[in-house]
């Protein structure tokens, strides 16, 4: 018997099937975001293209029926749901989110006690000051809603499942306290939200529901598929990269630049608020995890094809190569490539969005801005790691993910400005392979999230750093740091 796993974001969908030993059998995904580009998905369309990508799914591996299906999805939308299961509104939550708008209606609340409750900071309060605001402004949607569910939650209830949340997501809801392990009462007090809104939380891994015989024949799944709650997309990802335990983390190269490390040690909180950084519930219980965000770097990949390389895309469609692997020979293996500090991709830290090139002449070839827009991604990514370490988050095995990660070029290039060894997994997008983890450890497949990893993660591939490159990266490091700070573009750190 197989398993599925499902990662919902805000837009868009994604979802695999594999076996007990981690082979992918299918996949599918599928996009419910709303017609004008907005933000969040548009009710309308998510059901049915949920539906259809779970038909997808199991149409694609019947041979090897699903079991179980776990759902993970982001914790950045929350929808108002009707008892009878009804979608009424969407509550969404931007990332970065100023202090004054997440708690200036609960002015008692402050950025330190809000800290201490949530692990969060206060720039990032989530959906309490959204929710928070409908209540003090009568919102006549919100009166009429019975939960307000996150969207792993919302699809479980549809799919015949108990109303619930897990402790990763309510952590992400913004007004959860990780030291009691249930809704901050101090929090809802103080935003007027009653705690009858809000979904009953639950172990990671809980077991749902299961597929009632109506539902499973519209899916084109088995009657008593078990429906299993894995969490936060977040924590998913770090367990389906197999990051469980003190030193382990994982460091996302694509659409953003992100940094999960992992640990179980309490009295890291005071260094970690010191430091700006958040404290997360891990799945697994008795963990945590902290994610670090860099603003610069994250996309340079696609720049890159877009704007240098957009013949070669179009020609490499139609060859079927790999258009990163041609664009990344052309790469140089001297020390001349330009200086290049990508530019802001997170909305707040840098208005303009503005990066650098520096050191270039006439005779710049597109390998060497190709490599300094590497370098420069790397040094970001190198400021990741420096800020855990200085927080206490010492890292000793550390995963790249991302579509980046397939190229060898590229990762030796890191491992040398990280002068660290990585490792790279055979799934470089994990947080569906951690929803199914979780669905194997709800039915007893796996006797533990544990037993899941060691049987399904696999590394493929390990890249240690060249010395003498890593030396000469040292002393780059320091140059592009002090560009940075001399022209203005040093001021934008993210938790």
């Not at 599928?30 to 969040?40: A, L, M, V």
């Not at 519930?281 to 603003?295: E, F, G, K, M, Y």
């Not at 996309?299 to 020609?315: I, K, N, P, Y």
């Not at 194997?440 to 037993?451: I, K, N, R, Y």
Request: glycine share 12%; net charge neutral; with cysteine.
């Amino acid at each position: 018997m197989s398993l599925m796993g499902i990662v919902l974001g805000q837009r868009q969908m994604v979802g695999i099937v594999m076996d007990a030993r981690g082979q992918v059998l299918a996949r599918a995904r599928g996009g419910y975001g709303s017609e004008d580009g907005g933000p969040g998905p548009a009710l309308s369309r998510l059901w049915p293209t949920v539906r259809e990508t779970l038909q997808t799914l199991a149409r694609k591996s019947e041979r090897d029926p699903v079991s179980a299906l776990g759902l993970c999805s982001t914790g950045g939308a929350a929808v108002g749901v009707s008892q009878g299961g009804g979608f009424i509104d969407c509550c969404l939550a931007p990332e970065e989110q100023p202090c004054e708008a997440g708690l200036g209606w609960a002015a008692e609340v402050s950025p330190d006690d809000y800290y201490q409750i949530t692990g969060r900071l206060p720039t990032a309060a989530g959906l309490y000051g959204r929710l928070g605001r409908q209540v003090a402004s009568h919102v006549e949607s919100y009166r009429a809603v019975w939960r307000y569910l996150p969207l792993a939650s919302l699809i479980g209830y549809h799919l015949g499942g108990r109303a619930v949340c897990d402790p990763t997501l309510a952590a992400a809801m913004g007004m959860y306290d990780i030291r009691e392990g249930r809704w901050s009462s101090r929090l809802l007090s103080a935003g007027r939200i009653p705690l009858n809104k809000l979904p009953e939380v639950v172990p990671s891994g809980d077991t749902v529901g299961q597929l009632a015989r109506g539902r499973a024949e519209e899916l084109g799944l088995r009657p008593g598929v078990k429906v299993v709650l894995g969490g936060l997309d977040m924590a998913c990802r770090a367990l389906g990269a197999g990051v469980l335990a003190t030193g382990q983390a994982s460091l996302m190269l694509g659409s953003a630049l992100e940094l999960l490390v992992a640990y179980q040690a309490i009295a890291l909180m005071p260094l970690l608020q010191r430091q700006g950084i958040d404290r997360w519930p891990h799945a697994l219980a008795d963990v945590w995890q902290s994610r670090l965000i860099s603003p610069r770097g994250a996309g340079m990949l696609r720049w890159l094809r877009d704007q240098l390389a957009a013949v070669e895309a179009r020609e490499a469609r139609s060859r079927g190569s790999d258009l990163y692997a041609d664009l990344l020979r052309e790469m140089p293996s001297d020390e001349n490539a330009p200086l290049v500090i990508p530019p802001s991709t997170v909305r707040g830290t840098d208005p303009l969005g503005r990066g650098a090139v520096l050191d270039l002449n006439l005779g710049t070839t597109r390998g060497e801005i190709i490599k300094g827009m590497l370098e420069g991604t790397a040094f970001e990514c190198l400021s990741l790691v420096e800020r855990a370490d200085s927080a206490g988050l010492g890292i000793d095995a550390l995963r790249v993910l991302g579509g980046g990660v397939r190229s060898d070029p590229w990762l030796q290039l890191l491992a040398d400005a990280l002068d660290r060894p990585l490792e790279r997994t055979a799934m470089d997008r994990p947080a569906p392979l951690g929803a199914a983890i979780m669905a194997g450890v709800g039915t007893g497949l796996f006797a533990s999230a544990d037993e899941g990893v060691r049987r399904t993660v696999r590394i493929t591939a390990q890249i240690g750093p060249d010395a003498e490159r890593a030396a000469a990266y040292a002393i780059k490091k320091e140059r592009y740091r002090a560009a940075k700070h001399r022209l203005g573009l040093d001021r934008d750190a993210l938790g």
